[in-house]
T-cell receptor
């Protein structure tokens, strides 16, 4: 079946790196996404990775994809209070309009 | 910038009332989606539409219907609201096989 799993919470100290993990089940997924939802707001696309890539870096964000293990991670370097949000992992299928969503990981920043 | 707007940020209705949630996008996207978001459950797809007057059931369509008479507008209808439909409702739009852009959400409370 189709399933995307994430931990519900992650707590890190300000200035440390945050690593949010996600596992998915469908090896035919073509794109994998990370969305960010700040309190009281809708979701915004943070970054995405094509399934034929292993890594993507964008400023403080690093996405790692392990296709063999069907594991996706999002690393946020030098975590700031503005990074407090819920982070959703999602996978898409090439011929389908739909995204399969994880439950979201709430990132909590400790001072 | 893509803009997806939702008619209300907060809505309070009584059990049995008919409720309309409106979503409008300004980027001529073919696809539009309605999700509900509940703590610990992430996003669950209610309905989506890939063209005017076309609709497909998502994972949890029971108790909901939709209408897409114009390309830019996708309406979610609760024919007879119930307390278990208290939730955050998120609308999204996308071009084919691409990232989804979200509205700010409507927090619906059914008393």
């Amino acid at each position: 079946g189709e399933d995307v799993e994430q931990s519900l919470f992650l707590s890190v100290r300000e200035g440390d790196s945050s690593v949010i993990n996600c596992t998915y089940t469908d090896s035919s997924s073509t794109y994998l996404y990370w969305y960010k939802q700040e309190p009281g707001a809708g979701l915004q696309l943070l970054t995405y990775i094509f399934s034929n890539m292993d890594m993507k870096q964008d400023q403080r964000l690093t996405v790692l994809l392990n296709k063999k293990d069907k594991h996706l991670s999002l690393r946020i370097a030098d975590t700031q209070t503005g990074d407090s949000a819920i982070y959703f992992c999602a996978e898409s299928k090439g011929s389908n309009y739909q995204l399969i969503w994880g439950a979201g990981t709430k990132l909590i920043i400790k001072p | 910038d893509v803009k997806v707007t939702q008619s209300s940020r907060y809505l309070v209705k009584r059990t049995g009332e008919k409720v309309f949630l409106e979503c409008v996008q300004d980027m001529d996207h073919e696809n539009m989606f309605w999700y509900r978001q509940d703590p610990g459950l992430g996003l669950r797809l209610i309905y989506f539409s890939y063209d005017v007057k076309m609709k497909e059931k998502g994972d949890i369509p029971e108790g909901y219907s939709v209408s897409r008479e114009k390309k830019e507008r996708f309406s979610l209808i609760l024919e007879s609201a119930s307390t278990n439909q208290t939730s955050m409702y998120l609308c999204a739009s996308s071009p084919p096989d691409n990232e989804q852009f979200f509205g700010p959400g409507t927090r619906l409370t059914v008393l």
